[in-house]
């Protein structure tokens, strides 16, 4: 249910130089209610182009510094499309005070558009009453309706630059804001963003070469990057309590290149967790670079409860005496003891790196153990659980410093991407706010909900549960790979990936198991509920057949229950989120 517009409600006005005296009139009855009124313009009736004045009230109602706007001009056609062209924007025509009350009630309208040809002062007066006094109902219905709406705001990603210079682009670029809108994401390394991270990786910024760092450039001009990346640096390190932060690598395999290359020769022995018990590719694949320069030998779970063998991984690194152990993990849904790790590595003198891409959310939100008191080295991407900017970052102790940002430039990277790097300064501004510890507690209520479900309908999880964000389900009770349950999943609109199990009996091109994670839907808003509900639907979707209709079937459903959640902060700035 809405709320109607009270006194202490903010109204934006906008007209053109033909809606200018009925604007003034309006503007005079919301004064006359109490009502703090923002006047974009115009002044007078000097001819004008309306939608200048429709785009700054649409701002203003777009981003919350007004509650609600009023636009007018001679028709109100010119305004209403204009306003309408902006994201979260629902702006209606009122010609009657019914019309207005409806345009709230069942259409959650934002923006009263008024015709000053066809309304005299006395209708204009009864139509913004309706207005004020009007509520959005939330009806199903009308919350439904209202929700599907919302897929044409997809056009502000882009707009109609992008539109006319390539249509086939822009087409699928708007086939994907509708993708991730009426499906279920469940790749746990998957995440949406807000507006504002968006906005500063679309910037600019993409224009500027700034080869080095703040204060040491190549190029000149570089005064406002420097402040961008100084703000990145200076955040990365108080969130995580870091001696020294360096936000140039482009991913998390690149921070990993960049610790491995400064610190290490290529054949040196590197001790990580097995790509197939949970590690990850530049843990030492054979596919990756890792695995081509150097030694790596391989940590896992224990057969019997699939967590961490700490012992074994303390007896291997006595028989191999790495010059560095690796801890983290791509696919690993337990709390981490990097405290062990520390002492294994100290006994037998090597340096520790944990990559921490997957939990960094969770340890910037203190539902994990921090990995910086403990590591040399900790290189984590700015996506997954950190809900940021795709990227990397390599946090460190100050006496390996130089080391590290001479290896990532000019060793690894030439320019940065400046426009990422402000992504990423958003990002961490945004993870400092205590609504976003609320974010990941809901993160990992969800994926313990859903973990639960999953047991009740007798499908075994990887070492039994899940702490974190993530989780491993096997599919041997429905005598099914992963890579056919993956498949009739997207199907049916709900994402997941399939994965390998530890000792995994299947190829890695089949697998035993799918990977789930809970990120994307809790930004969405969902939570325990909707988390039990979709392990339901996941299950019921693998014990159906494959028959296309039921898919289809299914997919309603999943979209039905997609639409009626949107990130809160996907239109605003960061002290929404949450």
């Not at 040809?117 to 009007?134: F, G, K, N, V």
């Not at 969405?524 to 996941?538: C, H, L, R, V």
């Not at 996907?570 to 002290?575: L, N, Q, V």
Request: overall charge negative; glycine content about 8%; hydrophobic content about 40%.
């Amino acid at each position: 249910m809405g709320e109607t517009f009270t006194s202490s409600a903010k109204a934006a006005l906008g007209s053109d130089h033909g809606g200018f005296g009925l604007k003034e009139r309006v503007k005079a009855r919301l004064v006359e209610r109490g009502l703090a009124v923002e006047d974009t313009g115009p002044g007078d009736r000097a001819a004008v182009d309306y939608p200048d004045y429709a785009l700054r009230v649409a701002e203003k109602v777009a981003d919350r510094s007004a509650d609600f706007g009023v636009l007018v001009c001679t028709t109100g056609i010119g305004m209403a499309v204009a306003a309408n062209k902006f994201a979260g924007i629902r702006a209606a025509q009122c010609l009657t005070p019914d019309m207005a009350e409806k345009a709230r009630t069942h259409n959650d309208a934002n923006i009263l558009v008024l015709a000053e040809r066809y309304t005299s002062p006395d209708e204009a007066d009864a139509i913004l009453d309706a207005w004020l006094a009007a509520a959005f109902t939330g009806e199903e219905r009308h919350a439904r309706r209202v929700a599907k709406m919302t897929l044409s705001d997809g056009g502000a990603e882009t707009g109609p630059s992008l539109a006319e210079t390539d249509p086939e682009t822009h087409a699928a670029i708007e086939r994907e804001i509708r993708r991730q809108r009426t499906s279920i994401n469940l790749i746990a390394s998957e995440n949406t963003v807000s507006r504002a991270v968006r906005e500063a990786q679309g910037s600019v910024l993409t224009n500027k070469y700034a080869e080095g760092y703040p204060g040491k450039r190549w190029y000149c001009g570089c005064e406002n990057a420097d402040v961008v990346e100084r703000l990145a640096v200076e955040r990365a390190k108080a969130l995580f309590g870091a001696e020294h932060a360096n936000v140039q690598p482009h991913c998390g395999s690149a921070a990993n290149m960049a610790v491995y290359f400064a610190m290490l020769e290529p054949g040196d022995t590197i001790l990580a967790m097995s790509l197939d018990h949970g590690g990850h590719l530049t843990h030492g694949s054979q596919a990756s670079f890792s695995g081509r320069f150097f030694n790596f030998v391989s940590y896992g779970v224990d057969k019997d409860d699939e967590r961490i063998d700490a012992d074994a991984v303390e007896r291997l690194a006595v028989e191999h005496r790495p010059r560095m152990i690796v801890a983290g993990a791509s696919a690993y849904p337990r709390t981490i003891d990097f405290e062990r790790f520390r002492r294994i590595a100290d006994q037998v003198g090597a340096l520790l790196l944990v990559d921490m891409a997957h939990i960094a959310g969770l340890v910037a939100a203190d539902c994990h153990p921090n990995p910086v008191p403990f590591a040399d080295f900790v290189t984590s991407t700015t996506h997954k659980t950190l809900r940021g900017a795709r990227g990397g970052m390599v946090l460190c102790r100050e006496t390996h410093a130089k080391a590290i940002d001479r290896q990532v430039f000019p060793g690894l990277q030439g320019g940065p991407l400046m426009h990422a790097i402000a992504a990423k300064a958003v990002t961490f501004a945004e993870a400092m706010k205590p609504t976003f510890k609320d974010y990941i507690r809901q993160v990992i209520r969800n994926a313990q909900a859903m973990a639960e479900a999953f047991r009740a309908e007798g499908l075994r999880l990887v070492s039994g549960g899940t702490d974190n964000h993530l989780m491993l389900v096997d599919l041997a009770a429905l005598d099914m790979s992963g890579a056919a349950a993956a498949e009739r999943l997207d199907r049916a609109g709900l994402i997941v990936n399939k994965n390998a199990l530890p000792f995994d009996p299947r190829s890695m091109f089949a697998t035993s198991g799918i990977r789930l994670g809970t990120p994307f839907m809790t930004s969405m808003g969902m939570k325990e509920a909707e988390a039990k509900t979709i392990a339901g639907m996941i299950v019921e979707t693998l014990r159906g057949g494959d028959d296309e209709a039921e898919l289809q079937a299914m997919r309603a459903r999943v979209e039905g229950l997609a639409m009626r959640f949107r990130p809160e902060f996907e239109g605003a700035g960061p002290e929404r989120l949450g």
